[in-house]
């Protein structure tokens, strides 16, 4: 089913859990999550209030990207498990009424895939134009960076992110040398129809849609994004003719370009225009008790989106992901409640990193694991209890895919979830109240008052209008004209005749 835009109706009353499958849940004592373990854990999950996960890539892969290197999209990567326990994790989601989005990676594979094996054979065949090649090892790729050297057919082949990743050919929008192909050519419209029969593969195993990396990055030389917007809407009328109700989530960053594509929502993240990280992640973030921060920015330019793509597909504010540091990294408990109020009452559906509603910290001074980088300590094993390797493997600890968190204090879910001044329980009530309340939901409008200390914004949807007021900062602030009845309270809240008064760290849902 389908609302007015054209979006599977679960979509708008969606709560997401992203989960980086390495780190979740060991069930079989080899120091790696799998997919029998995040199985199990559905029943957290959907506990908290989340009804829908993302699941970042599980397939076979060398792991130079931890998995955002595919070397065969039609299979589970066996640390993870097999193809059945991937169905078997769709069917126990959907008996909890969750859904399940795959991470679908279209512009570029391992170099290992079978295709870029064939595609480097100085012989012509099936896949010789799989991949964007120079038609000589001497000429490279402008401005894309290339593999060379390491095949007999004589070209470079463009790399579309680590120099181990080569780029899936899609077509140039507009060639302007020999071996720059067409969008029409028989080679990008073969990779095209490739991308459409994985797609095709996984939703009839039973997943629910994709989030899909780097989705703007397909078509080359297209700087305004028209090409790559003309291939993703043809999959677009794909998926409406055969999978209607399947959700797709594009991390492209320009609303405006992938909702055109068909995408139904798109991140902001720490990349591009968003000020994002001005919220987060930066010396001052707007959500520290300091009160240094701006949100303005922010807010000018998610206005800016907003008006371009209203009505036409939702933007969406996650907690993090596993390419950024923690939200813990830069606040505390407290400045996190505060932020999660935000997060949780803004439209789209909300996105939450593992770990995060529990203050998971980024593991400060690792060495790098699969690709990771500085973003490794963001992707350590999940804290569930006080027990052995705090519940999420019980392998010896060196055999951890990534060394955990080794504070005494360390946050784990069980103490949390028992515990109800939790930042977990705050969390989940804040979840409950967004869920409970159509103005809250990602297809409620909203409309700004002010982009301050308090940031003050109004949502409303079937005949309900909330103000939210968010006050980060330590000092308290009276919000006039604002007054009604309270549907949440984070930290300290009181009516006075001529509006709020709203505590210093602390935020409030009052219906109008
Ligand atoms: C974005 C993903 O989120 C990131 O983890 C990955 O390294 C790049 N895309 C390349 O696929």
Partial sequence: MSTTENRPEWLDNAVFYEIYPQSFNDTNADGIGDLNGITEKLDYIRELGCNAIWINPCFKSPFGDAGYDVEDYYTIAPRYGTNEDMIRLFSEAHKRD??????????????????????????????????????????????????????????????????????????????????????????????????????????????????????????????????????????????????P???????????????????????????????????????????????????????SAYKENYAKTNGKGLICIPSGNHDMDRLARSLDTDEMRVAFAFLLSMPGAPFIYYGDEIGMRYVEGLTSVEGGYGRTGSRSPMQWDKGLNAGFSSARADMLYIPQDSSPDRPDAASQCADDNSLRSEVKRLIAVRMANPALRSNGSIEFISDGYPLVYSRSAEGQTIAVIINPSAESALVPDIRGKFLYIVGSAEAKENGTRIG?????????
Avoid at 182 to 205: N, S
Avoid at 251 to 278: A, I, Q, R, T, V
Wanted: charged letters at 25%; a negative charge; proline letters at 5%.
């Fill in 98 to 243: 969750m859904h399940v989005i795959l991470d679908l990676v279209p512009g570029h594979t391992a170099v290992t895939h079978e295709w870029f094996r064939q595609s480097m054979k100085a012989q012509r065949n099936e896949f010789t134009d799989r991949y964007v090649w120079t038609d000589s090892i001497w000429e490279e790729p402008q401005g894309m960076g290339c593999i060379r050297g390491i095949s007999d057919r004589d070209g470079s082949c463009a790399v579309n992110f680590f120099s181990h990743q080569p780029a899936l050919n899609y077509g140039f929008y507009k060639p302007d040398r020999d071996w720059q192909q067409p969008m029409d050519a028989p080679g990008p419209m073969a990779t095209r129809e490739a991308l459409k029969d994985i797609m095709r593969f996984w939703l009839c195993a039973g997943c629910d849609g994709f989030r899909v990396d780097m989705a703007g990055s397909l078509v080359k030389h297209d700087e305004d994004g028209k090409g790559t917007i003309a291939l993703w809407q043809d999959i677009r009328a794909f998926l409406d003719r055969e999978f």
């Fill in 245 to 299: 109700s399947a959700a797709m989530v594009s991390e492209w960053g320009e609303p405006d370009k992938s909702l055109l594509g068909g995408f139904h929502m798109d991140f902001l993240l720490h990349f591009g225009p968003s000020h994002y990280n001005d919220l987060f992640r930066c010396p001052e973030p707007y959500f520290s008790k300091r009160g240094k921060g701006s949100a303005k920015e922010f807010i």
């Fill in 504 to 512: 210093g760290c602390s935020a409030a849902f009052v219906e109008l």
